[in-house]
């Protein structure tokens, strides 16, 4: 059973990224090895990260109580991950092509190192255990939604930097970016106020993030059109 819930678990996180990669025409353009490199540039990101964190920032947990939301916390460590921007776009100026398969590659390479970094040893400790926990399927679902979130990133990083962007879109294009980068501090705070519990929790983020990657496939797809992409 142990073994049937952990199987269940790898393939609903890993399988859409494979489907991703398989059906959106990746494959035929031969970009795996692109989203190795975009993975690597992934986990060097996340070492700088680590260091300005412990060099620049203090210890804000004695701030709240253990468990509870710490709003500084939060906003230090968001601050922190607009390096991510910078990590994403090195990754979309490293990589050839243009079009869709430029923005998919980088931000499927980005999301599958965070799934393997953050998900792989979870699953292999937790979700191989005697009891059965619906915390495992949530935390699989999640990574689906981050998926959606880091190609709607990639794109409206693109989108940042297009000379031909319509002006009318550039500050709706720098506040969904600004939204993502500090999800952690109005999302989460909304969900720790409202007492949200897990499965609505997951609803809401996945509400959420669909409306940002609709409105980043609208403004994507004008701009595309206009272009001939």
Partial sequence: MTLYHFGNCVALVYVPYYMTYKYSGLSEYGAFWKCIQAGGIYIFTQ???????????????SFTGEGQ?????????????????LGLAFVL??????????????????ATAEVILSRGLMLWVGARGAE??????????????????????ATLLWLFSRHDLEKKFVPLVIVLLVAISFRGVWLEGTLQALSAGSWFSLGLKALVTGCIGF???????GLAQSIGL
């Avoid at 939301?69 to 921007?85: H, K, P, Q, T, Y």
């Avoid at 990589?95 to 923005?103: A, D, E, T, V």
């Avoid at 059965?132 to 990133?153: D, G, K, P």
């Fill in 132 to 153: 059965f926990s619906w915390i495992y399927i949530q935390r699989c679902l999640e990574s689906n939604i981050l998926l959606v979130q880091h190609l709607a990133t």
């Fill in 215 to 221: 409105v980043t496939l609208h403004i994507y797809s």
């Fill in 69 to 85: 939301f710490n709003l500084i916390a939060e906003f230090l460590r968001c601050s922190v991950d607009l390096v991510d921007l």
């Fill in 47 to 61: 070492l700088c990260k680590m260091l300005v964190l412990a060099t620049f920032f203090p210890d804000t947990d």
């Fill in 93 to 110: 100026s490293k990589i050839p092509g243009k079009g869709h398969s430029k923005l998919i590659t980088a931000g499927l390479g980005w």
